[in-house]
């Protein structure tokens, strides 16, 4: 896969997580629910399919990735242990706080991922250029 197909790729899953989150807007409780669940199971099976490349090329991948994978996996984790145990309180003032939060959280995993595809950007840039020099030489 080329890094402008990678891209492409990026850019229908961004597109295809905006059309999921309008659907959600309509969707009944249960439902929500259940694509909830269904979008953790994809993450994760994609989070193990990204730590599995990146254990492979070892030593290629730039040593910042050890940080932001450590880092992002104890956010996450945080985000879920206050996620699971908000689940337990009823009372509409707790539920209403439960939605600011979540909002929060998902503003701050929109930011990240924005964060991610100008590293992203800015990676197949080098890499273009790194290949030019190299051609050139």
């Given at each position: 896969?080329?890094?402008?197909d990678?891209?492409?790729?990026?850019?229908?899953?961004?597109?295809?997580?905006?059309d999921?989150?309008?659907?959600?807007?309509?969707?009944?409780?249960?439902?929500?629910?259940?694509?909830?669940?269904?979008?953790r199971?994809?993450?994760?099976?994609?989070?193990?399919?990204?730590?599995?490349?990146?254990?492979?090329?070892?030593?290629?991948?730039?040593a910042?990735w050890?940080?932001?994978?450590?880092?992002w996996?104890?956010?996450?984790?945080?985000?879920?242990r206050?996620?699971?145990s908000?689940?337990?309180?009823?009372?509409?003032?707790?539920a209403?706080r439960?939605?600011?939060?979540?909002?929060?959280d998902?503003?701050?995993?929109i930011a990240y991922?924005?964060?991610?595809?100008?590293?992203?950007?800015?990676?197949?840039?080098?890499a273009?250029?790194?290949?030019?020099e190299?051609?050139?030489?």
């Amino acid at each position: 896969m080329t890094l402008s197909d990678d891209l492409s790729k990026l850019a229908a899953r961004a597109k295809d997580a905006e059309d999921r989150f309008d659907a959600a807007q309509q969707d009944a409780h249960a439902k929500l629910q259940q694509d909830v669940q269904s979008a953790r199971d994809s993450l994760q099976k994609n989070t193990d399919q990204l730590r599995e490349a990146a254990e492979a090329n070892r030593g290629k991948v730039a040593a910042w990735w050890s940080g932001v994978q450590k880092s992002w996996d104890d956010d996450i984790a945080s985000i879920r242990r206050d996620i699971e145990s908000k689940k337990q309180e009823h009372d509409l003032k707790s539920a209403q706080r439960k939605a600011d939060d979540a909002e929060e959280d998902a503003k701050f995993a929109i930011a990240y991922a924005y964060w991610a595809v100008e590293e992203a950007e800015y990676r197949v840039l080098d890499a273009a250029l790194a290949r030019k020099e190299a051609d050139s030489m």
